[in-house]
């Protein structure tokens, strides 16, 4: 089912959004989360062949367009139904540079952030400023640090 909302919280001092596979392919998810305020995209992602190279170039639009960070873990191997699960897990800067990018294996990596990339990014290029449309919705500032955009 379809949510009625975009949720940031903070998370050792950085603003966090998750998304859900699909959701990365339109532009207006990421978007919501950046006019949040988002510091860090989380996709969760169980996307497959023969469709992997369109979540790859998303993540590294998301991040560019609104200059955040962007984690993209993907389901690697066999699934049910025939389904073969693309890997290619990611980590993208705020510039859209490619931090890291996982196989078709598993595997666990540490990438670190340096989070100054955010205010360099946000100075050289501020599109969450220059932008000309707002996403409508209420946006709602809770007192625990999480923020929401209701989709109306």
């Not at 975009?6 to 603003?15: N, V």
């Not at 207006?28 to 369109?54: F, H, K, W």
């Not at 200059?67 to 290619?88: C, H, K, P, S, T």
């Not at 196989?103 to 599109?127: F, I, K, N, S, W």
Request: hydrophobic share 40%; charged share 25%.
């Amino acid at each position: 089912q379809p949510g009625d909302r975009y949720t940031t919280a903070l998370w050792k001092g950085i603003r966090v959004g998750i998304l859900i596979c699909y959701d990365i392919e339109l532009p207006e998810s990421a978007r919501a989360l950046g006019q949040l305020g988002v510091e860090l995209i989380l996709v969760t992602n169980g996307n497959m062949d023969p469709y992997g190279p369109v979540h790859r170039t998303a993540i590294i639009a998301r991040a560019q367009e609104n200059q955040a960070f962007a984690v993209m873990v993907n389901r690697v191997g066999d699934g049910d139904e025939g389904l073969v699960f693309a890997g290619g897990s990611v980590a993208i800067d705020p510039f859209g540079r490619m931090l890291f990018e996982a196989g078709r294996a598993e595997c666990r990596q540490v990438v670190e952030l340096d989070l100054d990339l955010l205010r360099t990014a946000r100075h050289e290029y501020d599109y969450l400023s220059d932008r000309r449309l707002l996403l409508t919705g209420e946006q709602i500032e809770h007192g625990d640090g999480r923020r929401e955009l209701l989709i109306p």
